[in-house]
């Protein structure tokens, strides 16, 4: 029997996807891959600190370093911008990155309004242990905070990004050393932040398929 006030299966197949699209967006969408973090923008700026003076190692560091609208900060004042072939610069051969030397906390990034997508190369850890287990927390404008884990070798860069329909306030980054014996060194580079497109791409494609062959089925 066909009840003419039913809804179609495809427009319930429609709302579950669009649904599940929001859902996943909300929690946010992870990248481990920077090509594919990027083609996810529709626009965005990456940090490299290579217009950035070089900090002096062995002086008290920077509180705070603000560069195209994004502040760093450190709650221990030991950020550093690197200079490559100086005598501490644990990943060498990859230009100027930031740098929170030993300084036993976090590195909390200061986003400008209206940005829904954080990426950056990540580093951590310190001898003699051969990798670090770091955290990325994103803070979201509208309160809702989100942790995401990862581990990587030290001396090396990892890529991590995320991107959000709302709007992120601030990232901390924390590569899991002992503020006890001070054994943090996290470290970023290539700090890419920007918008996703609107509505997601994901949740309009789900949605739009599914109605166009709705009516294409109700037509013929």
């Known amino acids: 029997m066909i009840m003419k006030n039913a809804i179609p299966r495809n427009l319930w197949i429609a709302s579950l996807l ?21 083609a996810a923008l529709s626009s965005s700026t990456t940090i490299t600190f ?4 070089s900090t002096r190692i062995g002086g008290l560091g920077e ?19 690197t200079k490559p072939g100086g005598l ?13 030397f030993d300084g036993g906390y976090p590195v909390n990034s200061l986003l400008p309004d209206g940005v829904t997508a954080f990426g950056a190369d990540f580093s951590g850890g310190i001898e003699p242990k051969p990798s670090y287990n770091a ?9 809702q905070t989100y942790a995401y884990n990862f581990t ?21 980054y924390d590569d899991g050393g002992s503020r006890v014996s001070a054994t943090h060194e996290e470290m970023l580079d290539n700090v ?20 166009l062959d709705f009516r294409l089925r109700r037509n013929s």
């Open 63 to 81: 509180s705070s370093i603000t560069t195209s609208g994004v502040t760093f900060t450190s709650p221990s004042a030991l950020l550093f911008v």
């Open 192 to 211: 890419t932040f920007g918008v996703i497109p609107e509505p997601s791409a994901l949740g309009l494609l789900a949605l739009g398929g599914l109605l």
């Open 50 to 53: 290579e217009d950035l003076p």
């Open 88 to 100: 501490y610069y644990p990943i060498p051969g990859t230009g100027k990155y930031l740098w929170q």
């Open 135 to 143: 955290t990325v927390t994103v803070n979201l404008a509208s309160g």
């Open 152 to 172: 990587g070798p030290r001396g090396a860069w990892t890529f991590f990004g995320v991107t959000f329909e709302q709007a992120i306030a601030s990232v901390v």
């Open 18 to 38: 669009a649904a599940g699209a929001e859902a996943a967006f909300c929690q946010g969408v992870v990248y481990t891959l920077r090509p594919a973090f990027e």
